[in-house]
């Protein structure tokens, strides 16, 4: 028993089999080449490139679905170009904002004003204010300033396109400096957000990012598990099948990374001298385990309501409920949990999103003469429904009784 105890311990305190550097596989690892980006590289480089010569250079809006490289494309260019600027005494200052880090418009406009040494206290100021002191210090350092605005949706989400029509126009009463804006979304229908004026003026040019094909993202994996694995630690095989279970999503080279990563994490534990295919496709259920389990905890609790009764009508081993059915346990169950009941066509509107999320699965179904009626059936696993509600403060009791 001690023995085998010893050689436990021994095998986590001896180095990897595995690994040589799994932090290259991490989220923030920033890889000195981005293959298969050439192009789109080039292009936001020579849409950026007149501002080295002091000339004035289109507004770019970018976009592209998760994981397509559009932060790591633009924090690679600024980064080339503030280099080149220094290099030749140029007055190209770079800016980078993450909306959703930065979290509010106030925030997000003080970081901008942070990237030109203007220290904007935490709270107190407007946002007008903010901004006039962003204006003011621009020509006085006569900087022109390329500022990347990504996940920008979440700020035209949250607070309207207030913030980037002032930044739009910022340029009309500057006189010296200047100030450029790179828009970043995945979410391709956030133009429909945006005021015209707003939206012409922040897509004089478009870099559209198209999703990895399984081949590309093979490339991009190989030389990340070049710097991560050991030799001969990772099968071809393995990396094929990471490669062709990203891209048959949607080419997301985040998901593919995080494939790989999970999958040498799980060989290390069982003590594999190899990554092979069965770890990279248990790091797929994993995955996907995480992801349905977070998009069901963060649902709205009309929507939690809803699915338990599709749940419970599953459990009883029903093929499906109509959406009559539906809204009559759902007011039974609204009524025992204590909470008010939304109407029949807000509910319907819930179940369209919920649809959306691919949750729920709704179909057409012909009842011959009776006519045709909607048929509606849960489509995640009963055991991470159970997992994901018995935390939530309302829907827990439904589990205990
Ligand atoms: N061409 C590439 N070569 C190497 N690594 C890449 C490439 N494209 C993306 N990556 C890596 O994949 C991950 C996701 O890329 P990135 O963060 O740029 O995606 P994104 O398009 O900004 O996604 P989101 O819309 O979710 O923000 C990062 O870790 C990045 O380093
Ligand atoms: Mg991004």
């Known amino acids: 028993m001690v023995d085998r105890l010893e050689s436990l311990f021994e095998r986590y305190v001896s180095e990897s089999y595995i690994f040589t550097n799994r932090d290259v596989l991490s989220h923030d690892f920033i890889p000195s080449q981005l293959p298969h980006r050439e192009g789109e590289i080039l292009r936001l480089g020579s849409i950026l490139a007149p501002s080295l010569r002091k000339m004035k250079c289109s507004n770019v809006f970018i976009y592209g679905k998760t994981g397509t490289g559009k932060t790591a494309v633009s924090k690679y260019v600024l980064s080339r170009l503030s280099k080149k600027s220094e290099e030749i005494g140029g007055n190209v200052k770079v800016c980078y904002v993450n909306c959703r880090v930065a979290g509010t ?239 029949s066509r807000r509910v319907g509107g819930l179940l369209n999103e919920l649809d959306m999320l691919g949750v729920v699965n709704a179909q057409i179904v012909n009842l011959g003469r009776y006519g045709r009626t909607k048929q509606i059936k849960i489509k995640v696993p009963a055991k991470i429904l159970e997992k994901a509600f018995k935390e939530d403060l309302y829907l827990g009791s439904l589990f205990n009784s």
């Open 105 to 343: 418009e106030y925030r997000i406009a003080a970081s901008i004003c942070s990237f030109l040494g203007v220290n904007i206290p935490f709270t107190g100021l407007s946002t007008a204010e903010v901004l006039n002191r962003f204006t003011v210090r621009i020509r006085e350092v006569k900087a022109h300033l390329i500022t990347v605005l990504d996940e920008i949706d979440v700020l035209v989400k949250g607070y309207g396109d207030r913030l980037l029509y002032e930044l739009t126009r910022i340029n009309e009463n500057l006189g010296a400096g200047r100030v450029s804006l790179i828009g970043i979304s995945n979410d391709l229908y956030f133009k429909e957000l945006l005021d015209p004026r707003v939206l012409s003026s922040l897509s004089e040019e478009e870099v559209v990012f198209k999703p990895y094909t399984a081949s590309q993202l093979k490339d991009i994996l190989l030389q990340r598990a070049k710097l991560a694995f050991k030799p001969g630690a990772l099968t071809d095989s393995a990396l094929n099948l990471c490669a062709a279970l990203a891209a048959s999503e949607h080419g997301d080279a985040r998901r593919a990374l995080d494939l790989l990563r999970i999958a040498g994490e799980l060989a290390e534990r069982d003590n594999a001298e190899k990554v092979e295919d069965r770890h990279i496709k248990e790091a797929q259920k994993r995955i996907e385990h995480d992801r349905v389990f977070e998009a069901l905890s963060s649902l709205p609790l009309h929507s939690k309501i809803i699915l338990h009764v599709l749940y419970s009508a599953d459990k009883a081993g029903k093929k499906g409920v109509t959406t009559g059915e539906l809204y009559d346990k759902y007011l039974s169950t609204c009524s025992q949990l204590g909470v008010e009941n939304l109407t």
